[in-house]
């Protein structure tokens, strides 16, 4: 049977604090390049050759990039929650490491609490935005302020229009 397996990341853990392959038979202790796995929904913690062993080329690179765990040592703490809810361990690294969304930043604006002055502003940059954007113009320039204006008029009403 093929192995679907996943490669959720590679920790390196302090020597000290070293933790138990989890390959049939293995019982080594590892610390250095801890592979966590995913296998139809369950979560495995071995070392790097046992990973390799059973494995091999089928586990491509880790779901969570090395690059963004440099410098990360697992406390004791985590640890113990890699060793004991190793799904939860994932997860929160995974929100620790994993670049946030850029949605917050991205949100619509609320216009209804907008002022009038704010919503204006708001329009005008829209417009200006699009001008550079879309039709490649500079909205600056004076021949364009009266083609600006006016779309940013046109918006305006347009979104003012839909909370009244
Ligand atoms: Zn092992």
Same mark, same amino acid.
Not at 59 to 65: A, D, G, H, S
């Given at each position: 049977m093929e192995q679907q397996a996943e490669l959720l990341l590679v920790i390196e853990i302090p020597e000290s604090k070293k933790i138990l392959c989890q390959?049939?038979?293995?019982g080594h202790s590892v610390y250095r390049r801890v592979h966590v796995v995913r296998e139809s929904g369950k979560y495995f913690v071995y070392g790097e050759d046992c990973a390799g062993k059973i494995f091999g080329k089928s586990?491509?690179? =880790?779901?969570? =990039?090395q690059e963004r765990l440099n410098g990360y040592i697992p406390s004791s703490k985590d640890i113990e929650q890699l060793l004991n809810n190793t799904r939860e361990f994932v997860s929160n690294i995974e929100k620790q490491f994993t670049k946030p969304e850029i949605e917050d930043s991205l949100e619509t604006p609320n216009f209804s609490k907008m002022s009038d002055a704010e919503l204006q502003k708001f329009c005008l940059n829209q417009v200006k935005d699009e001008f550079r954007k879309?039709?490649?113009? %500079? =909205? %600056?320039l004076p021949g364009w302020a009266g083609w600006v204006n006016s779309d940013a008029k046109a918006l305006f009403k347009k979104l003012r229009g839909d909370s009244s």
């Open positions: 390959a049939d038979g293995c586990l491509k690179k =880790p779901l969570i =990039p879309e039709k490649k113009l %500079d =909205p %600056d």
